[in-house]
């Protein structure tokens, strides 16, 4: 699409004649925001437009459906419930039997579906009921390569259940059911061969590990009993007790003996140095100690005798004898004490030693046999191990034997698949519903995709943001335009010809015509134009037509209103006006006559004129130049409004020229018909020629174009309304 330049936007004054005129300045969007503003009633208006065939399609995709359905083969799905229990132990005794429930159900659950659906488990049913040419329509062998694989077959889980749902569908509802329950059995039979197989397994292996075990045990078994022998007791920790208690014992006596040897080497030293006390202390001293006593008690009495009486005296040497008798005893006790003291010393003094001989030989023999004992207690813990293995391993296989024949399992068949009545599939009614979802998006994405590749003028808004000039009219379409007809009022002739079947079309026209003269004349803000020039981007746009309506309706305001056919390559006015079109701007231009000698007065519009083109020229481009400047400067005096009827602005040079020269142009584009390139083709090449461009009248729209022409269809009622009246 090609845009105006930005720099073009504000166009000064321009002077032609007597005619001073701003240019019109039209805000120009940017690009990005040109097409992305699409109003959201164009999308309804595109399904109100198109509901007809929307509606048509949606019917015959509808009736194919329900064709095709009716025609396909019932198929019908038997579905057997699975619960899966997994509370129940794999055992009945062991850990197999204490195994709780555990929290990765969904894990466990998606494991078993996979089983399912193994090759395993749906061999031996695909080949017992032939499924793979029942799926396949063509014989398999049952050795084929490659894992079993039903495509027919689904297993689902509820929500929120430790169910499983497998479902099995074929054109024969016996088949079906058979089918769904055999799988179920297979899976549960699968079950038990794996864990036959795999309870076996351990077994052989658990066997190979207990003979090793066995000769194990008993060689740690013979080691410890060959050391028991070696060191000729049964028990070494007792005999180690027994030899510990009889070193604590030694070992108190030798403390013993040791105090009581001190204590005799004491007395004896005592004794040795003469001391009288040391005598007494010891064992005999009480004896000692009373001879001392009386020796002092017959010396007191000596004494006493001895101041009485003389040494003849008897009692003299009575008291004499006794004295000496007593400290004849005391010498014979002190010689009797040292002996007794040196004996008790010597006897100490060998008890010390033998006990302390004792003491070490026990701690000798203690030391030995604790030494020995770690080798013993490593011996005994090797062999104690080894037995309590072997006897766990055995009683591991016992375990393992039993449950392996054990046969029960947490996977069990809750419901049973039954021959099912009625067929899943086809549903007529799912199948019609989706397929008029289907249709319905199919027809919407085509509408609004071709609406949205639509590169032509439609919609009087889009056309002005994208083109950036106003669109100032429309006009409705016609079915059916003629050369001539009788002007309602009587006499002369009129542009078109009235058919019954498009009068209300034509009034609609007319209408649209009276409204465009207002909107180009009263848009000015008081300065009038002219001049205008009407052209378009490619032929057949409908320019003619207008600007002859538009001039009629211009006269019939009573304004002296001139029609110039400058279409001099491919006239049309004077066929339309039915005017002699011999003679006209061409031989004007030529110079053979002036302009006023060529002008046709209409007899019908007596404010209307009309200068045809005259006879066809090639020549049009080179004929244009200061002549067409003088003739529109002559003509605006003389006429309240001059409308050239221009050729083509696309492939032509001359409407460049009266582009210049009038005070407005009009662009005439066809409904449906001229792409928006071409339209802006022709706004940026007048623009760069700072022509005034008054805007663009749609031509041929009718209702079904844009939400924006829904007035047209209340022209017929109204009209229809104002006839009857």
């Excluded at 164009?42 to 399904?47: E, V």
């Excluded at 995709?449 to 590169?455: L, V």
């Excluded at 004929?623 to 605006?636: C, H």
Aim: charge should be positive.
């Amino acid at each position: 699409m090609i845009l105006p330049d930005p720099k073009e936007r504000e166009i000064g004054p321009r002077i032609v004649g007597e005619s001073r005129l701003p240019a019109v300045v039209t805000p120009v969007l940017p690009a990005e925001e040109r097409e992305s503003i699409v109003p959201p009633g164009h999308y309804w208006w595109l399904l109100r437009r198109n509901g007809v065939r929307i509606a048509a399609f949606v019917a015959v995709c509808l009736g194919l459906t329900a064709v095709v359905t009716n025609r396909m083969t019932p198929i019908y799905e038997a579905v057997v419930t699975v619960d899966i229990d997994r509370q129940t132990p794999q055992g009945v005794i062991g850990q197999e039997s204490m195994r709780g429930a555990w929290n990765d159900s969904d894990q466990y659950l998606a494991t078993q579906i996979r089983l399912i659906q193994s090759d395993s488990v749906l061999r031996p049913v695909a080949v017992k009921y032939d499924l793979l040419r029942h799926e396949s329509g063509t014989p398999v062998p049952s050795s084929a390569a490659g894992p079993v694989q039903l495509r027919k077959l689904k297993v689902t889980r509820p929500p929120n259940t430790y169910l499983l749902l497998l479902s099995y569908r074929s054109p024969d509802p016996a088949l079906a059911a058979n089918v769904a329950n055999a799988i179920a059995d297979s899976y549960i039979d699968h079950g038990f061969q794996v864990r036959y197989r795999s309870t076996a397994n351990l077994s052989q292996f658990m066997e190979v590990q207990l003979d090793e075990l066995r000769s194990k045990m008993e060689r740690s078994s013979a080691a410890l009993l060959a050391f028991e022998r070696e060191l000729n007791i049964i028990s070494p920790e007792e005999k180690t007790g027994i030899v510990s208690a009889r070193l604590l014992q030694l070992n108190t006596e030798y403390t013993g003996a040791q105090a009581d040897r001190v204590r005799k080497e004491a007395a004896r030293q005592s004794i040795l140095d003469g001391s009288l006390e040391a005598a007494e202390g010891a064992g005999p001293g009480e004896s000692l100690r009373r001879l001392t006593e009386r020796s002092n008690e017959a010396r007191e009495r000596f004494a006493e005798i001895q101041a009485h009486f003389g040494k003849n005296h008897p009692e003299h040497r009575k008291a004499s004898e006794k004295a000496f008798e007593i400290e004849r005893q005391i010498a014979t006790m002190k010689e009797k004490i040292v002996r007794q003291i040196e004996t008790e010393y010597t006897e100490a003094k060998n008890r010390e030693d033998l006990l302390r001989r004792a003491v070490g030989e026990t701690k000798s023999e203690f030391d030995a046999l604790n030494a020995r004992s770690f080798e013993y207690q490593s011996l005994k813990r090797e062999a104690e191990a080894d037995k309590k293995l072997y006897e766990e391993l055995v009683r591991r296989i016992k375990e393992a034997s039993i449950n392996a024949s054990f046969q029960n399992s947490m996977v069990r068949i809750a419901d049973r698949a039954r021959a099912p009545v009625r067929p899943v599939s086809p549903d007529l009614r799912l199948n019609l519903l989706a397929a008029f979802f289907a249709a319905f998006s199919i027809c919407l994405l085509v509408t609004v995709a071709r609406d949205a590749m639509d590169d032509t003028i439609r919609d009087p808004d889009k056309a002005s943001r994208l083109l950036g000039t106003e669109v100032i009219g429309t006009l409705p379409a016609v079915r059916k335009w003629r050369l001539r007809v009788k002007m309602p009022s009587g006499g002369g002739t009129a542009l078109v010809v009235r058919s019954k079947r498009d009068e209300t079309m034509e009034d609609g026209y007319e209408e649209s015509i009276r409204s465009l003269r207002n909107a180009i004349l009263l848009s000015e803000m008081g300065q009038r134009s002219r001049s205008l020039l009407v052209t378009s981007a490619a032929p057949g746009e409908g320019k003619s037509t207008m600007a002859g309506h538009l001039a009629i309706a211009h006269a019939c305001q009573n304004h002296r209103t001139l029609l110039v056919d400058a279409d001099l390559r491919r006239p049309s006015v004077h066929r339309r006006f039915k005017i002699d079109g011999t003679r006209g701007l061409t031989n004007v231009l030529t110079g053979e006559c002036e302009w006023r000698e060529a002008t046709v007065h209409s007899e019908a519009h007596h404010h209307l004129s009309i200068l045809p083109a005259g006879p066809p020229s090639t020549r049009a481009a080179d004929l244009f130049g200061r002549s067409l400047a003088l003739i529109l400067q002559e003509a605006v005096g003389e006429f309240d409004l001059v409308i050239l009827d221009g050729p083509p602005l696309l492939g032509f040079a001359e409407p460049m020229q009266m582009a210049a020269l009038a005070d407005g142009v009009i662009v005439v584009a066809r409904a449906g018909a001229t792409s928006r390139k071409q339209v802006g083709a022709v706004i940026t090449a007048l623009r760069r020629l700072r022509a005034n461009v008054v805007g663009i009248v749609l031509n041929q729209v009718h209702k079904d174009m844009s939400d924006s022409y829904a007035y047209y269809g209340q022209y017929g009622k109204y009209y229809a309304q104002r006839a009857a009246s």
